[in-house]
């Protein structure tokens, strides 16, 4: 059976063998998984918390006294204890309380959470941490992302315009290494801009000059004019009061999906998590009304794509967590390890994965941050293969020994 | 048939690779041409001026192909290999508003910084304290407004399109903690003087940089020793080798990276309390012991001239001659380097002990770069795209830093590429849809006269007096030159007709032009 594995490429293949007449051996035939609903590919939605969020407050270890010896004045308090106390998951961990949005989730068992999670590398410079995790390569940038590699391996159709849609001004580096991703503020930026009446003309003019040769330069123009025509024909969100004003991009995803255009992979770039000073406990400070407009956002991203959320896996991510300790200015500092939330129908949700280190001083990293007990590639590997569907794993996460490496479980 | 004419031209002057050292021959005397090429100038000799200003300048500016191919491109191309060291006062008027970027750190933190934070009652103030009052995104956006001016509006355009290669062949990332107090004084100090020298002496400018002492963190390393928590760093070695100089095949070894690293241990930044933040070699931090690195003996207890000796021995490797040679044919010839150009580059340099300016000159008379292959087929990587189209329409910065956010927007803001290989210089790397888009909406902008941050002036190049057809063959000419496909004249055509409006159609008409295919090559 396993040799037998088929990936979605081998099994078109053996549809195309079919079609031509060849006889199918019954082994083979019960052999072969049901082909996926070309109608509903997988798609995965990272989100990239840019800035490094505090993820010992995202999932609070509320069964640590060290936590709360650390962090005087903004330790998110046990479940039970007042109005701002987290949202108890398991006896050991509980959710920020101005996640709350999230507990639906949660209770049906599609948010998984992993905690302790981060890099084997220690820097805490924001820029090469980011780079590290978005390139799948700790402690080396390569010039392309996991993401944009895992792709690339993918039979997609490359008249897919919006196989790979990522909400920045350029291609996030987690993106690159796949030709043909969109990079867009939002879906209304993918337009000349040129009076409305110009537009339609100019928009013609483009698609001649385009239109003449077949080289890589001909086809990137028509390839761009042909997602400006193509958005046009994607309902704008309506205005849906559940979800906050700055989930635009994640609303928008949700028009692509349910649009069926072929999405396979979305990037959307979340900053403001850099809590240095101010950071807050759970009624004040900045910490909570950026966890609150991300709770709201994946609730509402959720709720407005309903079944489709079985095909879907949101992940977010970020560069490091933050210190143990709050520093003088009610903030916290560059930290090590972190939590990230994995969200979608198929996801195994209702639970912590990852081994916990521990706070008390001898379990720091360094004296001072969360250790990380999960390479953040066993994480991203596991969606890779399971949810995205790809085989090889050694071009994706060079370097990176993905046999020996502890399956979370987080996809089953 | 001409091509070989413009060769032949060229030898005369240029004697194969034997130029002097040093220095570069004067443009010879104009060999005499035919009576009939100084009435008019052929479509060859258009097409060759067009091609050299694409390639070693950042494009023509309006007119200037027809007066290169005129006054013969190879005396041009000379000039600019020496160019004068004179002002220039319409670039410097035009460098005013953010020359004060391009200062030394102090200096700069002076003039950016908060007074507030600046107390001179409090001249004791932590020069951390000093660093939070500055306006860093003001100091890196004037840097690279600064960049692009010289890129625009320099005479000298074979220099600054070589302190482009350089950027990125040494680079930077200006983001990177104190890397932004000294990277306008990189390019200015460490790139620019250097451009069109000898390699050696950039390598050790930039090696003995602040600005790539900190990026590459060699400024932190320092000799292992048992009593200290911190030691080597091999990240610049590594870079060294396999970036700067002999290239990752250039047959050296994990082990001869470690012994690099040892080599420059101490060559550090002063503190801001032990002077102007310059380089110092830290004898402290230095390894005295013995290394070996490639083959080559370093003995004990040498110091500072270890590093210094490495330098020039780097410099003069074949596999750096090589190195460099793939880069510039790849830069200057086509993305698929042609091994006669690789061949020519390589051995001028070890003749002339790595002078740029004669491995530059190999390149302009080796037979692939004229080659009608190797024309206008590189694809203008967004700055490229941004200074000539700048050019082309004789626009420039109005003094503010917004065309930095367009930089940013078409994916290469100046000087803030991550990764030390610098901005790609090939095709495949710049191409795809949502920058196609961006290109198209950068010429859209431009042709409008609304992109931010710009003078425009195309009055004077358009008039919206003249007659529609003449408009269209004016700017095709402008624009295009003789390389103007009749697809393109058609299309243009087609998309103007039945325009009434004179503004609109002369945007149109540019848009397409300046967004259209041919002017994303170069």
Redesign the interface.
């Known amino acids: 059976m396993n040799e037998l594995r088929f990936t979605r490429r081998a099994w078109l293949t053996g549809s195309a063998l079919l079609s031509f007449g060849l006889a199918c051996p019954n082994a083979l035939a019960q052999a072969i998984e049901p082909p996926p609903d070309p109608s509903r590919p997988k798609v995965l939605v990272c989100l990239f918390l840019r800035g490094a969020v505090d993820g010992l407050s995202v999932v609070v270890p509320h069964a640590e006294p060290a936590y709360y010896r650390a962090r005087p004045s903004i330790a998110i308090s046990q479940p039970g204890k007042g109005e701002h106390a987290a949202h108890d998951l398991d006896g050991r961990f509980g959710l920020h309380p101005r996640l709350s949005a999230l507990m639906p989730a949660w209770n049906a068992g599609e948010l998984a959470l992993v905690h302790a999670i981060g890099s084997p590398h220690p820097t805490r ?1 924001h ?1 090469e941490a980011q ?1 590290y995790m978005e390139s799948g390569t700790p402690g080396v ?1 390569a ?1 392309d992302g996991w993401v944009g590699r895992s792709l690339a391996l993918l039979p997609v159709s490359t008249t897919d ?1 919006f196989r790979a849609v990522a909400f920045a ?3 996030p580096r987690g993106m690159r290494g796949v ?6 503020r939002n879906l209304e930026a ?1 337009s ?3 009076p409305g009446p ?1 537009r339609s ?2 928009e ?3 698609s ?3 239109g ?2 077949d080289d ?3 086809r ?2 028509r ?2 004019l ?3 025509a193509r958005a046009r024909d994607i309902p704008k969100p309506k205005p849906d009061p559940d979800y906050p004003k700055a989930a635009r991009p994640l609303a928008e995803v949700a028009e692509l999906i349910k649009a069926g255009v072929g999405l396979r992979a979305a990037w959307i770039d979340v900053g403001g998590w850099d809590t240095h000073q101010g950071q807050g406990n759970a009624a004040n400070g900045r910490l909570p009304g950026l966890l609150d407009g991300l709770g709201r956002s994946l609730a509402a991203f959720r709720r407005d794509l309903g079944d489709r959320f079985a095909d879907v896996v949101v992940l977010t991510m970020s560069e490091f967590g933050r210190t143990v300790r709050q520093n003088g200015t009610g903030g916290t500092d560059h930290g090590h390890g972190t939590a990230m939330l994995v969200l979608g129908g198929s996801v195994k949700g209702k639970r912590v994965y990852g081994r916990w280190p521990g706070l008390e001083p001898a379990d720091l990293h360094e004296g001072r941050d969360l250790a990380v007990t999960t390479d953040f590639r066993d994480l991203f590997a596991e969606l890779a293969r399971k949810h995205l569907g790809v085989e090889s794993l050694d071009t994706i996460f060079p370097g990176y020994d993905s046999k020996s490496a502890t399956s979370l479980g987080v996809l089953g | 048939m001409t091509n070989t004419r413009i060769f032949a031209l060229v030898s005369l002057g240029i004697a194969g690779c034997a130029l002097r050292q040093g220095a570069v021959a004067p443009p010879p005397t104009p060999a005499p041409k035919p009576a009939i090429q100084q009435a008019t100038v052929s479509r060859e000799d258009e097409s060759a001026a067009r091609h050299v200003l694409d390639r070693f300048a950042f494009g023509p500016t309006p007119g200037q192909a027809e007066r290169l191919a005129h006054d013969g491109v190879k005396s041009w191309f000379l000039h600019q290999l020496e160019p004068a060291k004179g002002p220039d006062p319409a670039l410097e008027a035009a460098l005013t508003p953010y020359r004060g970027a391009l200062e030394p750190p102090l200096a700069l933190i002076e003039r950016f910084g908060d007074p507030d934070q600046m107390d001179a009652e409090a001249p004791e103030r932590p020069f951390r304290d000093q660093l939070k009052g500055v306006d860093f995104p003001a100091v890196l956006g004037s840097i690279a407004m600064a960049e692009l001016t010289r890129h625009v509006e320099s005479e000298r355009q074979v220099e600054e399109v070589m302190v482009d290669f350089w950027t990125n062949h040494f680079n930077v ?1 200006a ?3 104190l890397v932004r107090l000294f990277a306008g004084d990189y390019v200015e100090r460490a790139l620019r003087p250097y451009a069109l020298g000898k390699f050696q002496d950039i390598l050790i400018a930039t090696a003995r940089h602040p600005a790539m002492l900190v990026y590459l963190d060699n400024a932190r390393s320092v000799a292992t020793t048992k009593s200290t928590k911190r030691g080597l760093n091999e990240n610049y070695a590594r870079e060294l080798l396999e970036l700067h100089t002999l290239g990752v095949d250039g047959g050296y070894t994990q082990k001869d990276v470690t012994e690099v690293a040892r080599v420059l241990t101490g060559w550090s930044v002063q503190r801001p309390k032990e002077g102007d933040m310059n380089f110092v070699f830290r004898e402290r931090a230095h390894d005295r012991g013995a290394k070996r690195v490639l083959g080559w003996e370093f003995p004990a207890n040498h110091g500072e001239d270890e590093g210094m000796r490495l330098f020039r021995l780097l410099a003069e490797h074949p596999s750096t001659a090589r190195h460099l040679a793939r880069k510039l044919c790849i830069r200057f010839v086509d993305d698929e380097p042609p091994a006669e150009c690789v061949d020519t580059a390589s051995k001028t340099y070890l003749a002339s002990q790595g002078d740029i300016a004669q491995v530059l000159s190999s390149i302009f008379q080796s037979a692939s770069f004229w080659e009608p292959r190797h024309r206008n087929i590189k ?1 203008k990587a967004p700055l490229e795209l941004v200074a000539s189209a700048l050019r082309a329409v004789s626009a420039k910065p109005d003094g503010s830093l917004a065309l930095t956010r367009i930089l ?2 078409l ?1 290469e803001p100046i000087l803030l590429e ?2 030390p ?1 610098g901005y ?1 210089e090939t ?3 710049w ?7 961006a290109r ?2 950068f010429a ?2 431009l042709a ?1 006269e609304k992109l931010p941050g710009t003078k425009v002036g195309l009055d004077g190049l358009l008039p919206l007096t003249l007659p529609a057809a003449e408009l269209e063959s004016k700017a095709l000419t402008l624009f295009l030159g003789n390389r103007r ?1 009749p ?2 004249a ?3 055509h ?2 103007v007709t039945g ?1 009434e409006d004179g503004r ?1 159609r002369r945007t ?1 008409v540019v ?2 032009l300046l ?3 041919d002017f ?2 170069q």
Do not use: C, W
């Not at chain 1, 030709?179 to 867009?184: E, K, M, Q, S, Y």
């Not at chain 2, 191409?431 to 888009?437: A, K, P, R, T, V």
């Open positions: 410079s820029f780079d940038v010039r315009t001004d350029n291609v030709p043909g991703v969109l990079a867009v993918l000349l801009r040129a110009l003309r100019l013609q003019g483009f001649r000059l385009y003449v040769k890589a330069l001909h990137a123009g390839e761009a042909i997602a400006i | 990332f983001r990177k903690g694809l940013a927007g994916g991550q990764i290989t790609p095709e495949s790397e191409l795809g849809s949502s920058s196609m888009l198209m909406n859209t902008a409008a496909s697809e393109t058609a299309a243009v087609e998309a325009l609109t149109f848009a397409l967004g259209s295919p994303q090559r």
